[in-house]
């Protein structure tokens, strides 16, 4: 399966090689999350405490031999254009749930992060009810304690694009 052409079928500007012995995993970004800045901690099953340890993320990460970068890349008029952001993240996360809505139907061994919360359902049923798509419900990069600039750096995928450009990373793991 091309996954990268996939990806791009389903939306993402970019989708690069990934080299998962890049990938270190820190605490310290981990923790970011707890301090709860894009309000999603503790709401969701995709985020912390409920998606899992960074240790469980280290173990799950290391059974991959190959990975992916993608990113979704938008215009914005300058860096406070709130509204073209959110824009584009949304973007994003659609690009992001069609491609694991095909790779996970087609039972091909993958481990995804994304650029964010899961959105799939208008309201997650954390914590009263179980998740509506557990097999389709992925962390997100910084919930597994991933720097995503140095991630990008480290693959040769840029971060920044300039003032006028956002772009949402997010990843994939696979084996073939
Ligand atoms: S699929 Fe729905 S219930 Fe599951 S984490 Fe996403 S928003 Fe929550």
Redesign the pocket.
Known sequence: MDIKQLALECGFTVAEPMNPATLEFMQDVRAMCAADRCQSYNR???CPPACGSLEDFILRAAGYRKGILLQTVGDREDSYDFEAMMQVQEENSRHFDALADILVSSGIDVFMMSAGT????RK???PDAP????E??FPSMEACGLFVSKVCKDNGVPYYYGDEKIAYTCCVLYND
Not at 118 to 121: D, K, N, S
Request: charged letters at 20%.
């Open positions: 969701n099953w995709a899961c959105t799939r359902c997650c049923t954390y998740c509506r798509f557990p389709k419900v």
